[in-house]
């Protein structure tokens, strides 16, 4: 199971941080307002700045759906294969 929480918490650590640094470069307009979850700051988003946008969204379920994954869906599958093994035994 500790496997599985580190592979969890990579996925999360991975995850956050890129979306931290690409959300901080694109939705910081100043440091005084919102901050990662503020406007855009680019009128006219180019070829490389819509690419970096998406990843950002990539980053943040990455992180989430990385983290549930392993925390949650294969301990759960792990403990039904288990109970299945148990009962058919």
């Keep these: 199971m500790a496997d599985e929480f580190m592979k969890g918490f990579a996925c999360l650590m991975v995850g956050g941080l890129g979306w931290m640094t690409i959300k901080g470069w694109y939705n910081t307009p100043s440091?005084?307002?919102?901050?990662?979850?503020?406007?855009l700051t680019i009128e006219e988003p180019t070829t490389f700045d819509q690419i970096a946008l998406f990843m950002g969204d990539a980053f943040f379920w990455f992180a989430v759906l990385g983290?549930?994954?392993?925390?949650?869906?294969?301990?759960?599958?792990?403990?039904?294969?288990?109970?299945?093994?148990?009962?058919?035994?």
Excluded: K, M, N
């Design 31 to 39: 440091f005084e307002g919102a901050q990662l979850t503020g406007e």
């Design 67 to 89: 983290a549930l994954t392993f925390w949650v869906v294969l301990p759960l599958i792990s403990e039904f294969q288990a109970y299945l093994d148990e009962r058919s035994a």
